[in-house]
């Protein structure tokens, strides 16, 4: 299959050890992204180079390798995330440093970090310490401006939208239905819901409006489920931006803007190429949260990465019950991917916090803080291999103050379910730290596995909310709001019945209240909307408080960002 890779140790000056990821950045050695993607088998006349270490892939590098076996998929997943943290993408990144290390081409794919959690309360997403994907600073801010692009497609839709009412309205859009949003790609409150059209006739005509934050668009969840152009084009055109005022449908194509937003995205759809700081090919491209969208990184990215490495490890974003759900029931099934294995991260820390542990005692050893956390963690192993049927690992992720019996009391549990548990080391050592996770991995990716999901698409909507709910979040009831019950009518009647869902859900709770932690029962999620993705295929399901547009904590990731009078850019980390 493909070529073995060289493996080299993370170049970076031994001075750094206990520095801040940053640091550890910032003083590694990458390789120019043409070699790295020559390893690969791609040449340069595929790429579209932004600088020394940033490239753009042409999609078409996927069909110049058609007769290629396409690689193993692995799946990165996680327990429920509380403050404590997890380290999911950490994971993914050394776990395919590891892979190289123990003699298999292995590349990663992940998702575009969002300006939103990098200014607000999270901070950048590449990784940390010795298991990043660099250049971090440009992957964290703007990259190749593929957001900017999402953005700016989906507020020429919105600009066209206002202006075909604006002059005359011959489609009979009723601007009281128009359900497109405009779109910025930070954390804004304030545009949550807002009155626009005001200032007299010549400023347009005045409506309710509002935006959401660009990860939550369905411009970026197309871009995500696009093979190529002709199906990005395609997608764009069944947009669904509102209703007449006899309830017909008005689409993108409707309004002659579906080509005017594939141009702003012809560039965007190219999945992007960079390195980790072991030199482990990684694309990164999209960026769906999976709270409020399908969480994964593009079907472009995924397949690129799976016809020129024999192991592709990727990320689902928050825990099993958000985004691998999504992957599964919407990815995979939508784009005839098969996950070989899956790998659920934890760690003691967080296992504790959602057995009732304040964040300032996390290090103290607390067995029975962790026997009632552990639930969680089970829950969603539970959900991998019984719901899905994916063989699973639990990666541990060590801290200095995890003792044995805390160890081995969730060694216990696991082994209890057919699970094995290995304990991870990637922050501190890079791909040295995974390589048991790594044999683990392919022992079980060389398993017979049938993959199922949560529901059919022939269910009813309804059915299908009630399966995740019961089956995935192990909650007893669904109850819908009137608007619920209305759109659910709406949506049956306009042939949309057979659409996947994509759940809206907090992502601290596997019910739709954040403060339910650890494993809750008898439950009941209340759906309070649902909304048409018609252009990417899947109906949007809006539980309990859940917004499309974030607002920034009290104190803002952004109030520690800078930049050094030499351009270099501080407090990302």
């Known amino acids: ?72 998929l692995i799946l990165v997943t996680a327990m429920t995330p509380t403050p404590a943290g997890e380290g999911k993408t950490t994971t993914v990144v050394g776990l395919g440093d590891g892979l190289r290390r123990v003699g298999v081409s292995a590349a990663i794919a992940l998702r575009e970090p969002s300006l939103g959690p990098v200014f607000g309360m999270k901070g950048g997403a590449t990784g940390g310490g010795y298991a990043q994907v660099v250049p971090m600073e440009d992957i964290n801010l703007h990259f190749t401006g593929d957001f900017h692009a999402v953005g700016a497609a989906n507020n020429l839709l919105a600009a066209m939208v206002d202006n075909h009412i604006f002059h005359g309205n011959a489609l009979e859009l009723d601007p009281a239905r128009i359900s497109w949003r405009r779109a910025v790609d930070i954390n804004d409150r304030q545009l949550r819901s807002i009155v626009d059209g005001l200032g007299g006739p010549k400023s347009g005509v005045p409506r309710d409006d509002g935006f959401e934050i660009t990860v939550a668009s369905e411009v970026m969840a197309i871009l995500c489920l696009s093979r190529d152009l002709r199906e990005l084009k395609a997608k764009l055109e069944r947009i669904i931006v509102g209703f007449t005022t006899d309830d017909r449908p008005v ?53 690129l990465a799976l016809k020129h490495a024999d192991y592709v490890v990727t990320e689902a974003g928050f825990g099993a019950d958000l985004g691998a759900e999504k992957f599964i029931d919407i990815k995979a099934r939508m784009c005839g991917l098969t996950p070989a294995a899956t790998v659920v991260v934890a760690t003691l820390r967080s296992l504790k916090m959602h057995g009732g ?134 949506l049956e009647r306009l042939g949309f019945g057979q659409l996947p869902i994509c759940m809206a859900k907090t992502q601290y709770s596997f019910s739709d209240d954040a403060t339910l932690r650890g494993r809750p029962e008898e439950f009941t999620v209340t759906v309070r909307n649902l909304k048409i993705s018609a252009g990417a295929g899947f109906i949007v399901v809006l539980t309990g408080t859940i917004l499309t547009m974030p607002g920034l904590p009290k104190v803002p990731a952004a109030e520690t960002i800078g930049i050094t009078d030499d351009g270099r850019i501080t407090g990302l980390f």
């Open 251 to 303: 689409t993108a194509g409707d309004l002659k803007a579906h080509g005017a937003m594939a141009a702003l995205l012809k560039d965007a759809i190219r999945p992007n190429l960079v390195q980790t700081l072991e030199h482990t090919p990684a694309f990164i491209h999209g960026g769906p949260f999976a709270n409020i969208a399908h969480g994964c990184n593009t079907v472009a990215a995924t397949r």
């Open 1 to 72: 299959m493909a070529a073995h890779i060289p493996v080299e140790s993370a170049s970076v000056d031994s001075a750094l050890v206990g520095s801040t990821d940053a640091a550890i950045a910032s003083g590694s050695t990458l390789l120019p992204i043409e070699e790295i993607a020559r390893r690969m088998g791609i040449g340069r006349g595929a790429l579209q180079l932004h600088g020394d270490h940033i490239a753009k892939v042409d999609v078409g590098a996927i069909d110049g390798f058609a007769d290629r076996p396409e690689g193993k």
């Open 357 to 490: 542990v304040a964040a300032a005692d996390l290090a103290r050893e607390d067995l029975d803080a962790l026997e009632a956390g552990l639930p969680n963690l089970l829950r969603h192993v539970e959900n991998m291999t019984e719901v899905f049927g994916v063989p699973t690992v639990v990666a541990l992720n060590v801290f200095p103050t995890d003792t044995a019996a805390e160890l081995e009391r969730v060694e216990l549990r696991c082994r209890a379910l057919g699970v094995s548990v290995v304990l991870s080391e990637v922050w501190a050592r890079g791909g040295a730290g995974a390589e048991e996770l790594a044999h683990e991995v392919i022992t079980l990716a060389e398993q017979p596995s049938t993959l199922e999901y949560a529901y059919e698409l022939e269910d009813t909507i309804v059915t299908k909310i009630e399966k995740v709910v019961t089956r995935i979040y192990g909650g007893a009831d669904v109850s819908f709001t009137l608007d619920a019950q209305e759109q659910l009518t709406r």
